[in-house]
């Protein structure tokens, strides 16, 4: 397989981003399907053009996450394989990631011969992780009580909603599952994030892995 271009799309909410690994992956061999910048243009995408890559910004500005579209995604049963593009270099994230159904996770400053690498990794069957966060994630410790996070603050309704998030559904995935409205769901969760002190679903849900991880 090695030697087929492999097709990708390209999703991320910064448009200079976006345009400039459009235009660095078509220079490397890539044949780039589409770009675009919502966690629901990639379903879209994905169902539309099936690419062999998916590279999925973790963090999008409005509606789904890349954490919510990968696991959508997953869900197609499609061939294509998605590698997560993220800020964060912490182990965590790259648990929620790989639950998430992303079998990359490539960092922002990671330059573009290792993005071009382990986006072949990826294509050729592989798992692509940095090798010091996969030691991070091999090694980690436990830390101490003071620094898990808060998620003994919900009740019990709302962490089987962020237990959900986690798994990357989305609101009306979520209604449906616990046969409750969206609009209950929405403000579940407006409550989780503001108990955790979360700036979003991705790291409510990051937050959520730690917590089990660590015997929560």
């Known amino acids: ?11 991320d909410d910064h448009e200079l981003a976006r345009e400039g690994l459009r235009l660095a992956l078509e220079q490397r061999g890539f044949n780039v399907a589409a770009a ?28 789904m996450d890349g954490l919510a579209a990968a696991a959508a995604i997953e869900e197609l049963n499609l061939k294509t394989r998605i590698i997560m593009l993220s800020l964060h ?14 079998k990359g996770y490539v960092l922002k400053d990671a330059s573009l011969d290792e993005l ?29 009580a003071e620094d898990d996070p808060p998620v003994d603050r919900l009740t019990e309704r709302e962490r089987n909603v962020l237990e959900l998030v986690a798994d990357g559904l989305t609101n009306k995935a979520i209604a449906r599952r616990l046969d ?16 955790l002190g979360a700036a979003d679903r ?11 991880q660590d015997g929560g």
């Open 36 to 63: 675009a910048a919502t966690g629901e243009d990639a379903i879209a995408l994905a169902r539309e053009h099936e690419p062999d890559l998916l590279l999925l910004d973790i963090r999008l500005g409005d509606g």
């Open 180 to 195: 409750i409205s969206p609009s209950t769901v929405k403000a579940h969760v407006e409550r989780v994030l503001a108990k």
């Open 1 to 11: 397989m090695s030697g087929i271009d492999p097709s990708i799309v390209i999703i």
């Open 116 to 144: 071009c690498r382990e986006a072949r990794i990826v294509f050729n069957g592989g798992t692509a992780i940095p090798p010091d966060l996969l030691s991070k994630i091999l090694m980690r410790t436990d830390k101490p």
């Open 202 to 212: 991705t790291q409510a849900a990051v937050m959520m892995a730690r917590w089990k």
């Open 89 to 102: 270099d912490d182990p965590d994230y790259v648990r929620a990631a790989l639950r998430a159904g992303a």
